[in-house]
Each structure stands twice: as structure tokens, then as C-alpha cells.
């Protein structure tokens, strides 16, 4: 079993900037991927960013050059950073992991509200 934890939420104005943090713990042994989701009320779960076990990344086209995803493979911690926030980014993010087993795991979730 694998637990994550996000953390780093919170109420930002736009074009502000905010450091989400997922940790990861359990059985690690297998990992293809972690990557961040998020939610808008009323909307589909959509992939915001992906980081692979050996490094690659992939954004979606609305946060690129905005957002930079990176990993702490010692820490077990996977980082989002997000700069010129605006406020279609607000929604709830989630940690996601992927194992080479097709397992998946996901965190509770994590709101981020952009607003002035």
C-alpha cells in the first residue's frame, strides 16, 4: 500500500505563486510515475503534470511555463510549483501515483483558490 499526503494549499491572489508537496509513503518499490490532478466544481479530474521515474516530464497545455513539477526521490516527495496564478486554476489538486503494476493511489486532495 502507498499513502499520499499533499500539502501547500491555500488562497492566493492572481498572479501570485504557490508550492504544493505530496509525500509519499509505504511500499515505494515500484514507481512509474507521480503526477498532479486537479478538479473544479462541476468539472472532470484533469492531469496538470507528470514527472516519470527517470525524469520526464509532461504539463498540460494551460500551465505551461507557469508550472514546474519536480520530485525529492529521497524525501519521497513530489513538488508543484505554480507561479502567475490565475484564477481558472482554482480547484482542488490531487497526488497521484502510478506503479508499474498498473496500481494507482491517489492523495485527499489539496484546494487551491486563486482570487482577488
Known amino acids: 500500500q502507498v499513502q499520499l499526503v499533499e500539502s501547500g494549499g491555500g488562497l492566493v491572489q492572481p498572479g501570485g505563486s504557490l508550492r504544493l508537496s505530496c509525500a509519499a509513503s509505504g511500499s515505494l518499490f515500484s514507481i512509474y510515475a507521480m503526477g498532479w490532478y486537479r478538479q473544479a466544481p462541476g468539472l472532470r479530474r484533469e492531469l496538470v503534470a507528470e514527472i516519470t521515474n527517470s525524469g520526464n516530464t509532461n504539463y498540460a497545455d494551460s500551465v505551461k511555463g507557469r508550472f514546474t513539477i519536480s520530485r525529492d526521490n529521497a524525501k519521497n516527495t513530489m513538488y508543484l510549483q505554480m507561479n502567475s496564478l490565475k484564477p481558472e486554476d482554482t480547484a482542488v489538486y490531487f497526488c497521484?501515483?502510478?506503479?508499474?503494476?498498473?496500481?494507482?493511489?491517489w492523495g485527499q486532495g489539496t484546494q487551491v483558490t486563486v482570487s482577488s
Open positions: 497521484n501515483l502510478r506503479g508499474w503494476d498498473q496500481s494507482v493511489y
